[in-house]
């Protein structure tokens, strides 16, 4: 079974920095795209940065400048480093990946259970 875990996540100042991880592990051929989304309460999700094998990206306005996106397809894992943190930054980071499935070959959609992102004042 194919899981995506995010960590990183916590409590941090105005103006600090997070490192997000998002790990893929199971019986994955490859890892395709991977995003990060967040979803604040009482909002929807939001797309904030994507990036596909080759290592193109994009970024949500509010993310360009403060936030990088990389990945490490030795490992299937991507990151999401966010600098320059601001109070409306708070939000569930959620991971998504399109995955190319070993032996039966599918490709699926995968999300993450998601990692908490508070910035306090």
């Known amino acids: 079974q194919v899981q995506l875990v995010e960590s990183g996540g916590g409590l941090v100042q105005a103006g600090g920095s997070l490192r997000l991880s998002c790990a893929a592990s199971?019986?994955?051929?490859?890892?395709?795209?991977m995003d990060w989304y967040r979803q604040a309460p009482g909002k929807e999700r939001e797309l904030v940065a994507g990036i596909t094998r080759t290592g193109g990206t994009n970024y949500a306005n509010s993310a360009k400048g403060r936030f990088t996106i990389s990945r490490d397809n030795a490992k299937n894992t991507g990151y999401l480093l966010m600098n320059s943190l601001r109070p409306e930054d708070t939000a569930v980071y959620f991971c998504?990946?399109?995955?190319?499935?070993?032996?039966?070959?599918?490709?699926?959609?995968?999300w993450g259970q998601g990692t908490q992102v508070t910035v306090s004042s």
């Open positions: 998504n990946a399109e995955i190319h499935l070993l032996f039966i070959g599918r490709t699926i959609d995968s």
């Open positions: 199971g019986p994955i051929l490859r890892v395709d795209t």
